[in-house]
C-alpha cells in the first residue's frame, strides 16, 4: 500500500513538474498574402533543489518558427556567476543530480563556449548571474534546438536542466569545472 501511495505521488509531481502545450496559430505571410497556420510548442519545469541547496526556479521553452527560447527564473543562489546546462538524462532523482548524466552532447564535440567554432556541446548554455538576493534570470535561444521534433542531434525531450554552484570555464573538460550540481529539472515529454 506504501509503495502505491509514492507512486501516485510521484506521478503527480511528474503530471505538475513538466507541462507541454502546443499551439496552432493562423496568420498571414506578408511575402505571399496567404494565411499559413505556425505551430508553438512549450514546456514548463520546475527546477528542484539538489546538493543540500534551496535552489529552485522555473524554466520555460518555447519553439516557433524553427526556433527554440528558453528561459529559466532562479531564486536560492549564492549571489555571483552560475552556470546553467541541458544534461543527457532527465533523470534528477539522485540528491546531487547526478542522475541526470553528463552534458547534453549528441554531436560527440568538445566542451566549450556556445557557438565556438573549436566546438560546444548542444546543453552548453553558459553563465548568468545571481543578484545580492539570490536571484538569476537567463534567456537563451537557439535553431540547434527543438520540442519533441524526434531528430536526436536537436530534440531536448528526454534531457534535464542543471544550475550549477558554480561558473563554467568554458575550456575545462568535458564540463567546465562548474561545481556541485545545486538544481535539477527534467524536460520531460
Known amino acids: 500500500m506504501k509503495r502505491i501511495s509514492y507512486l501516485v505521488i510521484a506521478l503527480t509531481l511528474c503530471i505538475t513538474a513538466c507541462k507541454k502545450d502546443k499551439k496552432e496559430t493562423k496568420v498571414v505571410d506578408t511575402e505571399t498574402s496567404k494565411t499559413v497556420e505556425v505551430t508553438t510548442k512549450k514546456v514548463k519545469i520546475v527546477l528542484n533543489a539538489k546538493s543540500d541547496s534551496n535552489v529552485s526556479g522555473n524554466v520555460v521553452f518555447t519553439e516557433e518558427d524553427g526556433k527554440v527560447s528558453m ?10 556567476e552560475h552556470a546553467i546546462h541541458l544534461h543527457a538524462s532527465s533523470d534528477c532523482s539522485s540528491a546531487d543530480g547526478t542522475s541526470a548524466g553528463g552534458h547534453w552532447n549528441p554531436t560527440a ?14 546543453g552548453d548554455i553558459g553563465n548568468f548571474t545571481a543578484d545580492e538576493n539570490g ?4 534567456t537563451f535561444s537557439t535553431d540547434e534546438w527543438c520540442i519533441g521534433c524526434g531528430d536526436d542531434t536537436k530534440d531536448i525531450l528526454g534531457k534535464s536542466v542543471i544550475v550549477h554552484a558554480g561558473t563554467d570555464d568554458f575550456t575545462s573538460q568535458p564540463s567546465g569545472a562548474a561545481g556541485a550540481r545545486v538544481s535539477c529539472a527534467g524536460i520531460i515529454e
Not at 116 to 121: C, Q, S
Not at 135 to 138: A, H, K, M, S, W
Open 135 to 138: 536571484n538569476g534570470t537567463i
Open 109 to 122: 564535440q568538445q566542451h566549450g563556449k556556445w557557438g565556438d567554432e573549436a566546438g560546444f556541446h548542444k
Open 71 to 80: 528561459t529559466a527564473i532562479i531564486s536560492g543562489l549564492e549571489p555571483g
